[in-house]
Each structure stands twice: as C-alpha cells, then as structure tokens.
C-alpha cells in the first residue's frame, strides 16, 4: 500500500464541517467518495484536524492509503476534474508509510479576519465577520500577548464539548489591520474546540470597551466558559498551515 499526502484548500460555506456526517454533507465524506472513484476501492481519508461548519481551509492536510499504481499528480488532476469549484487539491504526494497528517502534527496555525468599517464589504462577506463599531487594536494586542505560551484554556473551549485536558501552548498570537481589514494569526501545538472563536470573540470586547485587562487575565483565571466573550461567527475562521 502507497502512502499519499493532500494540501486541500476549501470554501466551508456550503459544509457541515470537514468530519463525515451521516446527515450532512462534509469535507471529508465528498473528497473520500471522488477519491474512491479515481483509485477504484475504498478510500478512508485522515485528516489534521476538524474545522467546523462554515469554516474554511487554505492548507488542510491529509493521507490515505492507496494500492493504485496511478503518481499522486494524475490522482491530483482526476480529483480536482470531479470536485466542485469550491474544493481544491492543491498539492499530492507519496509519503512515508508511517506519516499520519493528525498524529504528526506538531503544530497548526489558523487566521481569523474581521472586516472592520462601518459599511459591509459584498467581497468579505462571506470570509469575514463584519463589525461595524470601532476596536482598540492597542488594547487587544496587549490582551493577545497574555494568550501567548502554555495555558489553560478551559474558559474559551467550546461550550458543548468540555475536555479536562484543557492546557494548551500558543507560540503566536499576532493581530494586524491593513484598512479596513484586521487578520489574527494564531499557531498552537493543539486547539481545543471553537478555541479560536472565542478568544477572538472576547478580545473584540476588549477592542470595543467591554472587557479590560484585568478582567481579561480573570478571565484566563477563572477556567470557565461562561466568563469569556461570546464565538466570533465561524465563517470568518480559516485554517491557514499545519507544521510537521
């Protein structure tokens, strides 16, 4: 059996996440499906990570095994030929047997955008949470800088799915504005779910006057989801790169 990597590129709009589900259309299920067409058997696909519904990819990583003789460029080109528009194969090739795109991962890095003016962008739409109220970006970098290095991150996982192994380690958590355009940048070893969502959900508190400092850092203290801000809308979450 062949060993083959992915570098997948989605608009998650039209998705109920990248993990296959039984009642929803996903990521994961589509490129599986064409992938068993082109190779002629069974394709189970493994994946880096789970995004979520409405979320999108510009370096999702995965493998599949595969006994087809086809070079992972022709497989590549048939997958892309029976994908719709809005999944992209971008890169294929063989690996080591032993490489497994979740387990190896050392680290993952998503970008979240926000289009910040008072009039809605018809070209962000659908890539970006529009927020129509000024933001300290001063205030919320500072706030950022707090995220940085091993935590716990218990008050900004998802509510619905409460891990118990909650630290986590954030090496970067850089947010810029470029006009109108503010982009966070963020790479951990791991992401608890929705973790992404809610620190830049409670940071725009922080940005818009509704949080301070010293609530903040109580906030990271207190453990408990209910004392951060509310999740930053999905569709303006993207998973940027995953490092091996």
Known sequence: MRNIKLIIQYDGTNYHGWQTQSNAPSIQKLIEGKLSTVVNHKIVLYGSGRTDAG?????????????SKLKPDVIKRALNSLLPEDIVIREAE???DKFHARYQARSRIYQYYIWNDRTPSPFFRRFSWFVAFGLDLGKMQKAALMLVGRHDF??????????TRSIREVSRLDIHKRKMLIRFTIEANSFLKHMVRNIVGTLVEIGRGKMDIEEFKKVIEAKDRTKAGPAAPAHGLFLREVKY
């Open 55 to 67: 979320v999108h990819a510009l370096g999702q990583v995965a493998n599949f095994l595969t006994g």
């Open 154 to 163: 218990s008050s900004f996982q998802g509510a619905d799915r409460i891990e």
């Open 94 to 96: 063989e690996v080591d």
